[in-house]
C-alpha cells in the first residue's frame, strides 16, 4: 500500500476490544481505520484488547484500508507493552496520543521499525502551538486533531460553526501543509445521528483543508467519503484546466483561460492534485 497517494476522507474509530466490531471492520467502506486501545477500552480490559488486536491484524484482511494503532500514551502502564506486542502484527501506522511536543515522538519512534510511519494526536493547547515543529519531525506523517480534548481543555462551548476551535484547527492545517506530505485528519462529530449536521462539519472541514475526518460510527462513512472526495464538476474542472494551460504553452501563448479565469501554474498543480486524489479514491472503490 502506497500511504503517500492512499485517500484518508474517512478515518474510523474501532475499539481494539471488540472482536465483532474488529470482524465488521473488513467490509465497511472506509478509507482507514483507527483501531484504538487508548479511550475505547477500559483500564482492566487494556492487555487483553492489545492481544486480540494482535491476533486480528495478523489473522484478518482488512484490504486497502489503511490500518492505525492508536496506543496508550507512552506515560502510562499500558503504552509500551502495546508497542511491543503490536508493532510487528501487521499496522500500517502507528498512532501516539498525548504528544505536546517533537520530542514525544521520539520514544516512539526509536522502538519502531525504521519505515513505520507514526500520526500523532493534536489534543492539547501546547501541541497546537507546537504544530508546525511536531509537523515536522522526521516520523511523523499525519495530524489527527483531537477536537473534544481541545473543547475540554480550552473550557470552550461547543458550537455548530466551532468558532472557538477555529484558530487550532487552521494551526493544524496549516502545519502539515507547511511539512509538506503530512496528512491533516479533522476531529470527530459527536452526534453520530445527525447527518445534517455531519454534512456541514464535512463540508467545513474540507473547506479548512483537511484532507479527511476521524468518525466514532460506521453510519458517519457515506456522508465522510463524498463530502471529501472531488466533486464531478471540480474533476471535470481540473481536465479542463490543464488541457487549457498545456494548450497554451504549446501555442506560445502563454495565457490559458476557462470559464472566464486566468489559469495560471499554481491552478494546473491544484487540478493535478484534484485528479490524482480522484484517482486513489477510484482505485480504492475498486477493491
Not at 51 to 78: P, Q, S, Y
Request: proline share 4%.
Amino acid at each position: 500500500m502506497d500511504l503517500t497517494t492512499h485517500p484518508y476522507r474517512s478515518v474510523l474509530y474501532i475499539p481494539g476490544s471488540k472482536e465483532r466490531a474488529l470482524e465488521k471492520a473488513m467490509s465497511l467502506p472506509t478509507d482507514a481505520i483507527i483501531f484504538d486501545l487508548e479511550d475505547a477500552v477500559a483500564p482492566d480490559a487494556k492487555a487483553e484488547a492489545r492481544e486480540t488486536l494482535a491476533r486480528a491484524l495478523k489473522e484478518n484482511d482488512f484490504g486497502k484500508r489503511a490500518k492505525v494503532v492508536r496506543i496508550n500514551a507512552l506515560t502510562t502502564e499500558w503504552g509500551n507493552e502495546d508497542v511491543r506486542v503490536l508493532k510487528d502484527a501487521g499496522a500500517d501506522i502507528f498512532l501516539l496520543p498525548k504528544v505536546n511536543t517533537p520530542t514525544d515522538v521520539d520514544a516512539l519512534a526509536d522502538m519502531l521499525a525504521p519505515d513505520m510511519p507514526i500520526w500523532v494526536m493534536m489534543e492539547t493547547p501546547v501541541s497546537v502551538f507546537n504544530a508546525r515543529e511536531i509537523a515536522a519531525h522526521h516520523r511523523v506523517t499525519g495530524l489527527v486533531t483531537g477536537t473534544n480534548d481541545l473543547t475540554k481543555d480550552l473550557g470552550c462551548r461547543t458550537r455548530a460553526d466551532r468558532l472557538p476551535l477555529m484558530t487550532a484547527l487552521q494551526m493544524i492545517v496549516m502545519a502539515a501543509r507547511a511539512a509538506r506530505g503530512v496528512v491533516a485528519i479533522d476531529g470527530v462529530y459527536n452526534r453520530f445521528r445527525d447527518g445534517d449536521g455531519l454534512k456541514a462539519e464535512c463540508e467545513q472541514g474540507r473547506d479548512l483543508g483537511f484532507d479527511g475526518k476521524t468518525l466514532i460510527h460506521p453510519a458517519q462513512i457515506e456522508v465522510t467519503n463524498t463530502a471529501f472526495a472531488p466533486t464531478q464538476s471540480e474533476i471535470d474542472l481540473a481536465g479542463r484546466q490543464i488541457a487549457a494551460y498545456e494548450e497554451s504553452m504549446k501555442s506560445g501563448q502563454g495565457v490559458a483561460v476557462v470559464d472566464g479565469q486566468i489559469v495560471e501554474n499554481l491552478h494546473v498543480v491544484a487540478a493535478q492534485r484534484i485528479l490524482a486524489k480522484a484517482r486513489a479514491i477510484s482505485e480504492l472503490a475498486a477493491e
